[in-house]
């Protein structure tokens, strides 16, 4: 994210120096600098602030955003589907069973549908839980499921996860990402996970 905000303030340093540019220009891409620094160390300091990071909530352990409970109406993972299928998007509670849990950093999880076929789950602005959630872990999920696009180089970006995390992934399987694909995704605002 940094780097992405910064690239533009330095590409724009040095158009202006290999074109002749002045001191005023020196000091005012300086403080256009400084100024994106302050911003993007807010935005880090405000994901960073979770409101739950392990809250413990009796059967549960509860990370994230937003309060949530194992009671009150949850759905199934038919029932979310379905949802998307026929309004193009859920919003609620969903309770699956973790398949696998991101090794490098807890940032995301997958569950499988009755189909077999694996869903991605995201956990907003990157909160974690413990890298150590065994597969098989029942969650309660809180947010977001939509179809979405998951871009070439997210694609490639957890295959990397993964070989961090000591995974093997052959550069084969990075070298045949060729192509955006549209999937089912959760955007996790919560997550309550079973003790």
Known sequence: MKFSIITPVVLSAFLIFSCGGTEEAETEIATEANA???????EIEEEAS???????????VLYGHSEI???????????????????GSFEGKVKVSIDQVCQKAGCWITFKDN?????????????????????????????????DT??????????????????EV????IDAITEDIIELTFDCESVLVKK
């Open 36 to 42: 994106t620094e302050e911003i993007i160390e807010e």
């Open 50 to 60: 979770l409101a739950f990071d392990g809250v413990d909530k009796g059967d549960y």
């Open 69 to 87: 409970t194992a009671d009150g109406e949850t759905a199934g993972i038919d029932e979310m589907i379905a949802e998307v299928n026929n309004s």
């Open 115 to 147: 189909n077999d076929e694996s869903i991605r789950v995201f956990f907003r602005d990157h909160f974690t839980i413990p890298i150590e959630t065994a597969s098989g872990t029942e969650v309660i999920l809180y947010g977001n499921a939509i179809q």
């Open 150 to 167: 998951t871009s070439i180089a997210m694609q490639k970006h957890l295959l990397e996860d993964e070989i961090e995390a000591g995974g």
């Open 170 to 173: 052959s550069q084969e399987e």
